[in-house]
C-alpha cells in the first residue's frame, strides 16, 4: 500500500515536471513582439559609409496642404554649421503606406537630395540633378505624427559625380 502511494506521488511529480517544461518551452519558443524604437533616427548608407543623422530629424504625414498637397516628408541632419549636411525626400500626392519612385521625370514633383555633400559639391538630387530613389513607406499616422519608411538609390551631384544610397531607414514620432 506503501509503494503503491509513493507511485502516485512520484507519477504526478513527473507529469507536473513535464507540463512545466512544456509550458516553459512555448514561453521561450514565442516571438516577442519588438518595442518601437525609443528614438527617432534616419541613417542610411552613402557610398559605403555609414551616415547618420544626428540633429533635425523630423517626418510628417499630410500635415498641412500648404506644405504641399498630400506630403510625406522625411528629413535629417548631421554635422553643425559650415560642415552640416541635410537629406530631404518630400513626397507629394501621396495616399498613404505604399512604394514610390522619385526621379527628375515624377509627375507628382517628389525631390530627394542632400545638401552640403561637400564645400564645392553642394547639392546632390533636387529638382536639376537626376535621382532615383525608391522609397516603401511602412507606416504613417497623422495624430500624432508618425512616418517609418525604407530607401535606396542614387542621385547626382552639382560637380557631375554620382552618390548611392543603400539601406536607408527612417523612423519619427512625434511626442
Not at 27 to 39: G, M, N, Q, R, T
Not at 92 to 111: M, P, R
Request: with cysteine; aromatic share 10%; glycine share 8%.
Amino acid at each position: 500500500m506503501k509503494n503503491k502511494g509513493k507511485m502516485k506521488i512520484r507519477t504526478l511529480l513527473i507529469i507536473l515536471i513535464l507540463l512545466t517544461i512544456c509550458l516553459m518551452a512555448c514561453v521561450v519558443a514565442s516571438d516577442p513582439i519588438p518595442a518601437p524604437p525609443k528614438e527617432n533616427y534616419l541613417e542610411f548608407t552613402l557610398n559605403g559609409q555609414i551616415w547618420k543623422a544626428d540633429n533635425g530629424i523630423f517626418g510628417s504625414y499630410h500635415f498641412s496642404e500648404a506644405l504641399g498637397p498630400k506630403l510625406i516628408q522625411i528629413s535629417g541632419n548631421k554635422g553643425n554649421g559650415s560642415m552640416q549636411q541635410s537629406f530631404n525626400i518630400n513626397l507629394f500626392h501621396t495616399a498613404d503606406e505604399g512604394e514610390y519612385v522619385i526621379n527628375l521625370q515624377n509627375d507628382q514633383k517628389s525631390v530627394a537630395q542632400l545638401a552640403n555633400f561637400t564645400p564645392s559639391n553642394y547639392l546632390c538630387g533636387g529638382t536639376f540633378q537626376a535621382h532615383h530613389i525608391k522609397v516603401k513607406i511602412i507606416k504613417v499616422e497623422k495624430n500624432p505624427q508618425h512616418v517609418e519608411a525604407t530607401f535606396s538609390g542614387s542621385m547626382q551631384c552639382v560637380e557631375g559625380n554620382q552618390i548611392q544610397i543603400t539601406n536607408g531607414k527612417f523612423y519619427y514620432h512625434e511626442n
